[in-house]
């Protein structure tokens, strides 16, 4: 079967500091990779996916930038982070059928 | 283009009483679409799903929705709400390409 893993499951980090979370799936080839980002009160949002190593899309400008440098690995960094970074980030993965299966999420909080 | 629309950003029920979440989508393309489920602090579940077929679809702790083509909606209902169906639910719509696109959720209330 298949598991996505995200870590830290936690950050507090000051304002000006480098990010980077790491997500991984396991169980399954050639996944679909998605970073989202929830804010208080503010839904899901999109921030950037991938259909292959290498081959990222960004859906909104933003600080942050996002790699796969393996199959089922997928990392979301920022070289400064700002107090408007904070939220929830979730981590998913999907094959064909369309559905996304989603990480546990990482908390993160500027400070 | 795809949007959802989720009537409601809160809807209070009693324990035992039929819980009733709504979602309206728009999409260019026979759509797929989805109902998950978001305890605090952790990711979203899936619920249910349609792709193609039976219009009504049964999901995971009771749960079902029925989509209905002419009104464009894919509501999500329960008989019987319990303590434990408390969390935030997100209705969303597949492009089918890569992405979904997510209403912006309805936190579910039970009370006693």
């Known amino acids: 079967s298949q598991t996505i893993h995200q870590w830290p499951a936690t950050l507090v980090q000051p304002v000006g500091s480098p990010l980077s979370l790491e997500c991984t799936v396991e169980g399954t080839s050639n996944p679909n990779l998605y970073w989202y980002r929830q804010a208080a009160g503010r839904g899901l949002q999109l921030l950037f996916y991938s259909v292959g190593i290498g081959q990222i899309s960004s859906e909104v400008p933003q600080n942050l930038s996002a790699s796969r440098p393996q199959d089922r690995q997928f990392i979301l960094s920022s070289k400064k982070l700002l107090l408007s970074d904070s939220g929830f980030y979730l981590c998913?993965?999907?094959?064909?059928?369309?559905?996304?299966?989603f990480g546990p999420g990482t908390r993160l909080t500027v400070t | 283009a795809q949007s959802v629309t989720q009537l409601g950003s809160h809807v209070s029920v009693s324990e035992g009483a039929l819980v009733l979440l709504r979602c309206n989508y728009s999409?260019?393309?026979?759509?797929?679409l989805f109902w998950y489920v978001q305890y605090p602090n952790q990711g979203l579940q899936l619920l249910l799903k349609y792709t193609t077929g039976a219009t009504l679809v049964k999901g995971i702790n009771g749960f079902e929705a029925e989509f209905k083509k002419s009104e464009t909606s894919f509501h999500l209902t329960k008989p019987s709400a319990h303590m434990s169906d408390a969390a935030e639910y997100f209705c969303a719509v597949s492009d089918l390409q890569s992405t979904l696109t997510f209403g912006k959720g309805t936190m579910l209330l039970v009370s006693p």
């Open positions: 998913a993965w999907s094959v064909r059928t369309y559905e996304q299966y």
């Open positions: 999409s260019s393309v026979p759509p797929y």
